[in-house]
Nanobody
Framework: QVQLVESGGGLVQAGGSLRLSCAAS????????MGWFRQALGKEREFVAA????????FLEDSVKGRFTISRDNAKNTVYLQMNSLKPEDTAVYYC?????????????????WGQGTQVTVSS
């Protein structure tokens, strides 16, 4: 079992920045690939970013490339999502997720554990 708790969401103006954190507890954090997903009101959950167990490989959805960065600190059992140049269309609940068997998937169903989510609202 892995417990995931996101933090760092909030209200920000367009062009601003936020840093999301996801703290993990339970089984050894470093054995999991980690992902960030988001779900806007009335829409399906979508992939944002993923990172391999070591952190050497990262994957980003096209619309956030150049603006978002995913990283992890295995010593702190934490994965981060740095979000810069935020746009109103980035408004959503952001979820982190842990994947036991993969190396960083874009697929929701590939992930074994999910956090409760943190709201990000970007005003225009």
């Amino acid at each position: 079992q892995v417990q995931l708790v996101e933090s760092g969401g909030g209200l920000v103006q367009a062009g601003g920045s936020l840093r999301l954190s996801c703290a993990a507890s339970g089984r050894t954090f470093s054995i999991y690939a980690m992902g960030w997903f988001r779900q806007a009101l009335g829409k399906e959950r979508e992939f944002v970013a993923a990172i391999s167990q070591s952190g050497r490989r990262t994957f980003l959805e096209d619309s956030v490339k150049g603006r978002f960065t995913i990283s992890r600190d295995n010593a702190k059992n934490t994965v981060y999502l740095q979000m810069n140049s935020l746009k109103p269309e980035d408004t959503a609940v952001y979820y982190c997720a842990a994947d036991f068997s993969g190396t960083g998937s874009r697929i929701v169903g590939a992930y074994d554990y999910w956090g409760q989510g943190t709201q990000v609202t970007v005003s225009s």
